[in-house]
């Protein structure tokens, strides 16, 4: 049983920072890829970075120069770090964990159970 478990989310003014952590346990975390999703009310869930398994990273445009994914493979650990957070950040993010396996290559997708976001003055 893969179990993903989002901490650090919380209320945080305009220009502040937050940091958050995601466990994963019941699996080989080095060998999946890591990402931070996020939805806002009313909006549709939408990707803000990933992170593979060999460490390249992407982010959606709207997060770059602001947010960083790293994984700390030890710990079995993925980090947001969310700096100059702005209020169109709010949102309940959430932990991911995918990857393809076995000789079928089998896809297999893994979710936290989210933590809320909230930027306002």
């Known amino acids: 049983q893969v179990q993903l478990v989002e901490s650090g989310g919380g209320l945080v003014q305009p220009g502040g920072s937050l940091r958050l952590s995601c466990v994963v346990s019941?699996?080989?975390?080095?060998?999946?890829?890591m990402g931070w999703y996020r939805q806002a009310p009313g909006k549709q869930r939408e990707l803000v970075a990933a992170?593979?398994?060999?460490?390249?990273?992407n982010y959606v445009d709207s997060v770059k120069g602001r947010f960083t994914i790293s994984r700390d493979n030890a710990k079995n650990t993925v980090y947001l770090q969310m700096n100059s957070l702005k209020p169109e950040d709010t949102a309940v993010y959430y932990c991911?964990?995918?990857?393809?396996?076995?000789?079928?290559?089998?896809?297999?997708?893994?979710w936290g159970q989210g933590t809320q976001v909230t930027v306002s003055s």
């Open positions: 019941g699996s080989i975390f080095s060998l999946y890829t």
């Open positions: 991911n964990a995918g990857g393809t396996f076995g000789p079928t290559k089998k896809q297999l997708d893994y």
């Open positions: 992170i593979s398994s060999g460490g390249s990273t």
